[in-house]
């Protein structure tokens, strides 16, 4: 039996399936020369593969539009219209001419034009990199006789463990979540996209596994464990015996969290938590609205841009919105405005950046390109006439930021009172902190803002210098830092002083550990994904405020994060018992 492989737990549960390998890779492409007597024999099968690459494309298109809908399934005529470009096809065929084979002048050309348009100022030709790409990877495997592993071939039920290197957007909006029961990764951490995307979904997942493509095949029997981050290639029966034990008693376990969705959220001295949703597909709405949330703390709007080919427009985003809106009936429900650029819209729509964490994205992005964000701004105005919508601004670093947008949201209000459009125009306008910056200088931005809701997941990566998508960081990415904790501390005080909500949204919300801390902190609006709100409930109510802040306060004088965690695992310890400590670690 091959050794278990390890990596970082991104969600929990046990599950058991086939393998389904998916190297969705631009392939190494051999230098081969052929002779003048083969070329018309190449310039042939180049076109049958050409053909062959359309076929499936239609095919998938097909399938992508009875699952996700017309406007995400169009991004595969872009496809098509690519490999029927008269331009590429005799640009390649130049090639075969001069003796290259098929694959290598493919290549090559194909190579040039994503040099090509990912350099273009015009943003319409950068968006296309990412459709280049896939039908780079098509064409090649067609050429090269490579499997097929596109994605969308699987069959409903077939409980397949998706293995891959990374999960990219435009390969998620491919998967058909009733065939996969998992996902296992190479790359990514806990707060990496495809994390993310997987707790959201409720979908075991592992990724950090570093090379499990590379040690597994399709079709081998494998046990995801995303609890405890591992997955073990062709189980024995003993040991399938032991997992399957092992998922029965978390089944039960997660069961009997489950019956706390309508329990209030109260601590042991009857302080009163607001757990809210982080949600990230509009279609997830109604399964997080019968989590037991009190609202969404988070929807990360950039997954409606997804697998896209242009922006989504004014009216379907305000349907998208409202769906989530409506599903909360009165609760409070935060949209973020569009966080694209960095790790969240990796389909080369965007200039190519040396360093995109630090560069062109979210707020500055929005800003630059004043036309396309006040669709969202516009959308969410007319959105909010159905509830209590709330719009917050990702990675700003200056209250200026948060100026000009306010500015363009007048614009937006002013442009639907002329259209005579319903909306409201007193709509909140919160920020995230989430840059050592913003949380630095918190007070600058008290005036301005309704509420404060902190990102740990990025003021955890500025802060420590640690890029949180690195798989060989993961054990630098420490939330529990002092440094993070000191500036998590400093943004409550100026909250409460300037009377602002505030609240954390992102994953140290839902890890027992170190929600704990965020309580004694003073945070008491909590946001997590859905799955994650009956275990950080169940700590709410195991706990009280002096024992949460007691804990922090000793976190907060730690020298290192190893020595916090130890302050608060013996703390919690304390109040939770042991057991149900290990318990809910066990499911977080
Ligand atoms: C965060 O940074 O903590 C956050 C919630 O936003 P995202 O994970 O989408 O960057
Ligand atoms: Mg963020």
Redesign the pocket.
Known sequence: MPATLHGVSASPGIVVGPAHLLRWEVPEVPSRVIDDAEIEGEIARLRTCIEAACDRLRAVKARAEEKAGAAEAAIFDVQVAILQDGELRTRIETLVRQNLAAEKAFDLVMLEWREHFGRSTNPMMRERVGDLVDVHIRLLSLLLDLPDHDPVDLEPGSNAILVTHDLTPSLTIQLDRRAIAGIATDAGTR?SHVA?LARSLGLPAVVGLIDATSKLQTGDRVILDGTNGTLIPRPTAAVLAQFADRARREAAAQAELATLADAEAVMLDGTRVTLRANVDLPDEAGRAAESGAEGVG?M?TEFLVVGRTAMPSEDEQVEAYANVVRAFRGQPVVIRTY?VGGDKLPIGGFPHEPNPFLGWRAIRMCLDEPELFKVQLRALLRAAVDGDLRIMLPLVVSVEEVRQARFLLQEAADELSRRGIAHRADVPLGVMI?TPAAAMSADSFADDVSFFSI?????VQYTLAVDRGNASLVTRYTPLHPAVLRLIARTVEVARGARLDVSV??EMASQPLMAFALLGLGVHTLSVAPSGIPAVKRLVRGVSQAAARDAATAALRSATAREAEQVLRQALGAQLGEELLDGLLGLA
């Open positions: 707060t993310i988070l990360r966080d989430e990102g740990t997941n990025d003021l949204c992102g």
